[in-house]
């Protein structure tokens, strides 16, 4: 992650209101840079949604602007932004068109006037990226729900996007299903994607997150690394969290303090070196030590 580099998107938004008079967020101003990973989270009806949605122009602002890859979009090219930020739902169903998983993946192709063969082919290696090219006969409806999220993931990585949207990947998944779709996130993210995302799971937002965004009442109310984000209890108490459970483990066991772990990899290792400290320093029967 570079903040040398402009940002692949840039959004300025003073407001937005929906039709029933609801103000959905006010007074952002978000990017997302290369080579990064950005979690959103917040309680329900803070916004995170209808932030996302407005970085590829499904909606926008009342008051504001939306810059992608350098160019402002506008009501003419909104399909600008719509290649560059792939948007995978939360509701995988509303993105599953085709009568099979491989005609699902080519549909955007298609309807960009890629010819059949080469839409195919680029499916293909979509599905592949992320280790799904076994379910490419599969009839989408019939997928489960991690399954479905990555067929909806090859459908937007297939338009060769900088940035990939997702509103809560692992909603309603088992845990199998979940670390299944975070891997896959991982992957696109080495293969050189910007990630966005929104989730409640703290826990996923430490693992998996360059930069955590925490919004509160429409607006992002902070932001930082994780261990600046889930040690700042007055930042969390405001927006109604609790911090990921490898940061309430090390501070009841007064580890908290120094090495602030924020993931459960941190802690074992944390936990690894006291341990092999200690039995380093733990005198041999013969009283001479192990130092």
């Known amino acids: 992650m570079s903040r040398d580099d402009p940002p692949l998107v840039d959004l ?4 937005h209101t929906y039709p029933d008079g609801t103000v959905g967020m006010h007074d952002i101003e978000f990017s997302v840079y290369p080579d990064e990973v950005v979690a959103l989270v917040g309680g329900n009806g803070t916004g995170k949604s209808t932030l996302l949605e407005h970085l590829n122009a499904t909606l926008v602002p009342d008051d504001g602007e939306l810059v992608v890859d350098g160019t402002p979009v506008t009501e003419d090219n909104k399909a600008h932004a719509r290649k560059a930020v792939g948007f995978v739902f939360q509701d995988a169903d509303t993105q599953l068109v085709a009568p099979t998983v491989l005609d699902d993946v080519m549909f955007g192709l298609q309807n960009d006037g890629v010819p059949g063969d080469k839409a195919r082919e680029r499916a293909r290696e979509a599905l592949a990226t992320i280790d799904a090219s076994h379910l490419e006969d599969r009839i989408p409806h019939y997928l489960s729900g991690g399954e479905k999220r990555l067929v909806g993931l090859a459908g937007v990585l297939v338009l060769e996007p900088s940035v990939v949207v997702l509103d809560e990947p ?19 993210h080495q293969n050189g994607i910007s990630v966005v995302l929104s989730t409640h799971d703290l826990d996923f937002a430490a693992t998996v997150a360059d930069r955590v965004c925490v919004m509160a009442e429409g607006n992002v109310v902070g932001s930082g690394t994780p261990r600046e984000v889930f040690y700042d209890d ?15 483990v090390a501070r009841d066991a007064g580890l908290g303090a120094t090495a602030q772990p924020v993931t459960e990899a941190d802690l074992v290792s944390l936990l690894t070196q006291g341990k092999d400290l200690e039995t380093a320093q733990t005198p041999s029967p013969d009283g001479s030590g192990h130092d």
Request: include cysteine; glycine fraction near 2%.
């Open 170 to 188: 692992l909603a309603g998944l088992d845990p199998e299903r979940s670390q299944l779709v975070a891997e896959r996130i991982e992957q696109i």
């Open 12 to 15: 300025q938004c003073e407001a």
């Open 234 to 248: 007055a930042l969390l108490a405001e927006a109604n969290l609790h911090s990921p459970s490898a940061v309430r």
